[in-house]
């Protein structure tokens, strides 16, 4: 029996703008089942701490936040969040994304668990930039069902990662080839699409923001210490 059925794991650097939001689009989800949220909140030097010290407090049933220190870097802070796992199911929301529907997790756990066959879930996003306005989604998807073959020979990831769902295959032990990857989502999908399929479920659960200050848009990525532009 699971304590918790879902966790999901959510890297905080900076995002004092965006987090409230973020967190108020977990905490409102309306599920059957005790899920939690792991934040790894990485020696913000904004008020990012602040704000998740309130929803620590006023949700301690669900928050449970993991303060860095000192800075330890993104990789190093997602790779922490990700060995502290337990739950049978795992989802993902970056600080600066948000979730938009209250039932996301609910039909995601509910379509992994009737169909044991696949290994991951996920659906469209809303993609935001700068100004607050709605670019589009993401490129229409052909299919619904995804194999390894498509990770592999797809040239980006198809998954936004604030709408995924997959099952805990780790029980908090990281394989070698994940660790050193140079993109951990295509890695990650890899190591999952080889104990099942990848669902498309046709809907819009999230905002993926698509803005200057997000670590992806760095121009040097930095693996260690502060992240930062330089």
């Known amino acids: 029996m699971w304590d918790y059925l879902v966790d999901v794991i959510m890297p905080v650097y900076n995002h004092e703008r965006f987090l409230g939001q973020a967190l108020e689009g977990i905490v409102s989800q309306k599920t059957n089942f005790k899920f939690r949220l792991l934040i790894g909140e990485d020696c913000s ?24 220190s000192p800075n330890v870097g993104a990789n190093k802070n997602s790779e922490l969040l990700f060995q502290d796992l337990k739950s049978k199911y795992c989802a993902i929301c970056e600080g600066d994304d948000y979730w938009i529907h209250p039932d996301k997790l609910q039909m995601q756990v509910d379509f992994l668990e009737r169909n044991p066959e696949f290994s991951v879930c996920f659906t469209n996003v809303e993609v935001m930039n700068d100004d607050g306005d709605y670019d589009n989604q993401f490129p229409a998807y052909e299919k619904s069902v995804y194999t390894i073959e498509d990770v592999i020979l797809k040239p980006v990831n198809i998954i936004p990662t604030p709408t995924v769902m997959y099952r805990n295959i780790f029980a908090g032990i990281l394989p070698d080839f994940f660790l050193r990857s140079l993109s ?22 999230a905002v993926y923001r698509h803005h200057s200050g997000g670590i992806s848009k760095s121009d040097v990525y930095v693996a260690t210490g502060e992240d930062k532009l330089i």
Not at 184 to 204: E, N, S
């Open 184 to 205: 951990r989502d295509v890695a990650l999908y890899l190591l999952l699409t080889d104990k099942g399929h990848i669902k498309y479920l046709d809907t819009i659960t």
């Open 45 to 68: 030097t904004d008020g990012s701490r602040d704000i998740i010290e309130q929803y620590a407090r006023r949700y301690p049933e669900i928050v449970f936040p993991f303060y860095r």
